[in-house]
């Protein structure tokens, strides 16, 4: 038995595949996390991110390939071998012991001689020192929280592993969790690996998001640059909204592309398409649409659709406009207008967008959302 | 600080619920318990004080069998002295048979729980499937397999490995047989409490450093204590006034004060006060004993 495992540096994963039976929940997957920087594996329920964070924590050991913390291979390695601890979906604290015993606990089975002050010190951290004579019971779902994260974070891990850590909390306190957990992360120093299904969550807190599906990742990048050019039609679907149509592309007008998307003539700009000739699904976000009563001059990417329906949302509100084409488009409007538009269901309106801001995807989904 | 105030501010504040609302409730609530109070009441409390009364009874002398209305306590000095071994042997042997149904049951359990996978039904109907026929037939089964002509004994003796040259007639054959019978007592509380753990808390022992012997011990161990109390107790209360065990499987001399008290009560003439003495005593004894084990090992209860 191979004693623990001390590990500095970047989290690699190296072709990672990892097989339960006929069912590939991973498949050969590469994955470089910096030191110290806030990583979101973001997808669907099923897509391979718990099994992941799984691999790396140790708890389930990869088909193929190797996991390394800077130059230690770490593949093969129990989890108590390794500089790394979880945030367990739904907390996993121990019933029987109290708060303090909790948290003290990975100190004390390093033989730690500061486990005492250091305790105190992470109970500070998540200012739950009040509480360090509770039962887990006895606490709220958000403190139980914040036991678990001072639990792991106590350890002082190379990379700590958040799975789904704010999934059963109601959405207010998940947004109080979110600020929080960013200062932590930015106080600590530490690599977090988050796994979410919630796309805004890992849209708020991680510096670098890698949408998952299927076992492999469809794109990894910063939140920004996910949002704004999706390159498959997953991504476009999965993370935020996106008004699609599949055309085909017919034609070149300088920088631009032109594609038919059935019989209204779209832009999409070359460096925003990854697809250059034939089918393409072409999108925009809904934010990126302008809804006006008139046709607005020589904008060039503009439909007329019918209103379906419209949602005041406070600051902005939302509408669904049937398309001539047979699908729906959602636009998303902010009410800046001293003279609001005052549009009903079944009134014409013209779309219109800049082509900057539209992207084209393959058509063929590698998933269905 | 303002999701500190959050956690702080939890109001604990229950609305008085409306007086007629209530007591209609609380009457719904008696009417419910009615049938298990009158249960309780004529087949518990009457034959208790039914007992108590027999227990301080005197015997009319030279009239053997026949007794008068008494407050008479010699009963209970003549049960602790004439009796206290049979009360040591009694719980003695069934310490050893709880301790033997723990070691043999936990790992069992353990099994069942965490690594049985598609057995997990089958081991759990071998477990209860010996309650399908009677205690009493089983421990005449046993009679027989422990037996000197049984192939158990046949073996041993012929291996040279039986100091004794018997097994039944023993306290070993009796402390088998109630190591035995009460297994099933022993698994079930035991297999419920490791099931119904998160199997991701015992997955936070290793991630924390602890492997696996020291999560078991740590952890596991720990969080099933409620089922090994459970356990223990239900092997060992009914195992120390146990009689049938000691009848099938015993000896002749030495007996448990189980069969001291089914003696009393069927064979002896005018055992009757004594026997009811006996069976107070006995109970006190592990009410006792219960509930120092419980104080000492009886956690509060878990989540």
Same mark, same amino acid.
């Given at each position: 038995?191979?004693?623990? +495992? ?5 989290l ?6 990892k097989a339960f039976?006929?069912f590939?929940?991973?498949d050969?997957?590469d994955?470089?996390?910096?030191r ?19 691999m790396?924590a ?7 390939? +190797? ?11 129990r ?17 029987h012991?109290?708060i303090?015993? !909790? ?24 200012q ?9 019971? #006895?606490?709220s779902g958000g403190q139980q ?17 958040l799975?789904?850590p ?12 979110q ?5 932590i #992360?930015?106080?600590?120093?530490? =690599? ?15 510096? =670098? ?8 990742i469809? #794109? ?11 390159r498959?039609?997953f991504?476009? !679907? ?7 149509g599949?055309?085909t592309?017919?034609? =070149?007008d300088?920088?631009h592309l ?11 700009l ?9 089918e393409?699904?072409f ?7 302008t809804?006006?009563?008139? #046709?607005?001059?020589?904008?060039? !990417? ?9 949602s005041?949302l406070?600051?902005a ?17 902010? !009410?800046?207008?001293v ?31 | 600080?303002?999701?500190?105030a ?13 007086a ?19 249960w309780?009441g ?10 108590a ?7 009319y ?15 209970y000095?003549?049960?602790l002295?004439?009796? *206290?071994?049979?009360?040591?042997r009694?719980?003695?042997y ?14 069992l ?8 996978g ?8 071998c477990?209860v ?8 037939l ?22 040279h490995?039986?100091?004794?040259g ?8 009796v402390?088998?047989g ?6 099933p ?80 009560f069927?064979?002896v ?5 004594v026997? *009811? ?15 120092l084990?419980?104080?000492?090992f009886?956690?509060?209860?878990l989540?």
């Amino acid at each position: 038995m191979a004693g623990f +495992r001390e590990a500095r540096g970047d989290l690699q994963l190296d072709s990672v595949t990892k097989a339960f039976g006929d069912f590939t929940a991973v498949d050969d997957i590469d994955l470089h996390v910096p030191r110290g920087s806030f990583f979101a594996l973001l997808g669907p329920s099923g897509c391979g991110k718990t099994t992941t964070l799984r691999m790396i924590a140790g708890l389930e050991q990869p088909t193929a390939g +190797r996991v390394m913390i800077g130059d230690t291979d770490l593949t093969g390695s129990r989890p108590y071998e390794r500089p790394v601890n979880t945030v367990f979906q739904s907390y996993a604290l121990f019933p029987h012991l109290s708060i303090k015993d !909790n948290v003290a606990f990975g100190p004390k089975r390093r033989k730690d001689k500061d486990a005492a002050t250091r305790t105190d010190e992470a109970l500070e951290l998540v200012q739950m020192s009040q509480f360090a004579g509770r039962k887990p019971a #006895q606490l709220s779902g958000g403190q139980q929280q914040r036991v678990a994260l001072a639990r792991a974070l106590v350890n002082h891990p190379e990379v700590l592993l958040l799975d789904e850590p704010l999934g059963a909390l109601d959405l207010k306190l998940r947004r109080e969790m979110q600020v929080e957990l960013k200062r932590i #992360q930015t106080e600590v120093g530490l =690599t977090f690996i988050h796994v979410t299904h919630d796309q805004e969550e890992a849209m708020t807190m991680a510096d =670098t998001v890698a949408v998952m599906n299927k076992g492999h990742i469809e #794109q990894l990048g910063a939140p920004a640059a996910l949002y704004d050019l999706p390159r498959t039609r997953f991504v476009a !679907n999965f993370l935020g909204q996106a008004n699609t149509g599949v055309g085909t592309i017919k034609d =070149t007008d300088g920088d631009h592309l032109v594609a038919d998307v059935l019989g209204t003539p779209v832009k999409i700009l070359k460096s925003r398409s990854q697809v250059h000739e034939g089918e393409v699904l072409f999108g925009v976000r809904p934010e990126k649409v302008t809804v006006s009563r008139t #046709q607005p001059e020589g904008a060039g !990417n503009d439909v007329k659709g019918v209103v379906r329906d419209v949602s005041f949302l406070g600051v902005a509100t939302s509408y669904l406009v049937d398309m001539p084409s047979g699908t729906t488009w959602s636009c998303y409007e902010q !009410n800046l207008d001293v003279e609001p538009l005052d549009l009903r269901p079944g009134d014409e309106v013209w779309l219109t967008w800049n082509p900057g801001h539209a992207f084209g995807v393959p058509v063929d989904e590698t998933g269905e959302k | 600080m303002s999701a500190l105030a959050h956690v702080a501010g939890d109001p604990d504040v229950t609305p008085a619920a409306p007086a007629p609302e209530a007591t209609k409730r609380s009457w719904t609530a008696y009417l419910l318990l009615l049938p298990g109070a009158l249960w309780l009441g004529v087949f518990f409390v009457l034959p208790l004080v039914q007992l108590a009364a027999v227990s301080l009874q005197s015997r009319y002398p030279g009239f053997p069998g026949y007794y008068y209305r008494d407050v008479n306590f010699e009963n209970y000095a003549a049960a602790l002295t004439d009796y *206290a071994p049979h009360f040591a042997r009694s719980f003695l042997y069934a310490g050893m048979a709880t301790f033997l149904a723990f070691v043999v049951a936990y790992p069992l359990a353990y099994a069942m729980a965490f690594k049985a996978g598609k057995w997990r039904n089958l081991m759990m109907i071998c477990v209860v499937a010996p309650f399908f026929t009677s205690f009493i037939l089983r421990t005449f089964a046993w009679s027989q397999i422990l037996a000197d002509e049984g192939w158990v004994a046949g073996t041993l003796n012929f291996l040279h490995l039986l100091p004794g040259g018997n097994i039944i007639n023993t306290p070993l054959a009796v402390i088998a047989g109630l190591t035995y019978n009460f297994l099933p007592f022993m698994v079930l509380p035991i297999y419920a409490s490791l099931e119904r753990a998160d199997p991701r808390v015992i997955e936070a022992g290793g991630d924390l450093y602890a492997n696996g012997f020291t999560t078991f011990r740590t952890v596991t161990l720990p969080m099933s204590m409620p089922g090994v109390l459970a356990g223990t107790l239900l092997t060992f209360i009914p195992a120390a006034g146990d009689f049938v065990n000691m009848e099938l499987l015993g000896p002749q001399r030495g007996k448990m004060v189980g069969n001291v008290i089914n003696d009393q009560f069927l064979a002896v003439p005018g055992g009757y006060p004594v026997a *009811a003495a006996l069976s107070f005593t006995l109970m006190a004894a592990i009410l006792v004993m219960v509930f120092l084990y419980v104080r000492r090992f009886g956690t509060e209860e878990l989540v």
